[in-house]
């Protein structure tokens, strides 16, 4: 099959950052974009070799704002070297890493990454924050906002990307041989909504997931995706996609109107 090359007349297509098989130059590849792999390959194919990306959704606004002060609290311990009352609180004994690259490593995107050799694809990804415990290990920590009355859980869908996220983050410090703990930690912040008044604030109902990761699938699932990049055929969705699904009802739907305007 011949590539397909995409083009930057037909709405969504894009031409920025479309991976070419033919190319030689390294091909920069998030941590999300992985993950959407994994979600679903013909997705992941349609954005990173046709250009033809997914709808994107309103931005989380809450989670940004929380993240962006719990990195304001954060950086003032690591700056003094202190521990945070929220670890104080949940048992963790471990301080805010103090880097010269942080700042680097928390950007959208910079962040961290590494030259996976085998594929040249650069993996990379934005981390909200590490850690150090006593020993000297690095705890990679991730921040999560939301806003509902049901219980907070990474029992579901959402929440077993979140390990996946920092499993991620984890196998690329490995791959820049830094000293990363096994154990991690999702902050997670849940807004308060049985209160009787507004009164110009929110309330948050702090709590600390504890994830042991695992990053021996991180490289296989590399290997699938370039796989699947270098490929000349679409990937079959996966069963659980909307975004197929939607696709593939529209369509169903414009041969049936077609079909009846025809006859």
Partial sequence: MPNPKPSPKKGYTRTRNVFDPESADTYKLSRS???NFIRCPRCFYLDRRLGV???QGPPFLLNSAVDELLKKEFDRHRKAQTKHKICEQFGVDAIPLNHEKLDI???NFAGLE????PTNLLIFGAVDDIWVNPAGEWIVVDYKATSKRAEITLDTKWGKGYKRQLEIYQWILKQNGEPVSETAYIL????ILDREDFDNRLDFEVSMFKHEGDTSWVEPKIIEAHKALVSGQIPSPAEDCEYCAYREAARLK???VT???NQ
């Fill in 53 to 55: 990306g997914q709808p």
């Fill in 33 to 35: 974009k992985l993950e």
């Fill in 259 to 261: 079909k009846e305007i």
């Fill in 254 to 256: 414009e041969v049936d």
């Fill in 188 to 191: 997670y912040c849940n807004n």
């Fill in 114 to 117: 590494t030259l996976h050799k």
């Fill in 105 to 107: 490593w928390r950007h």
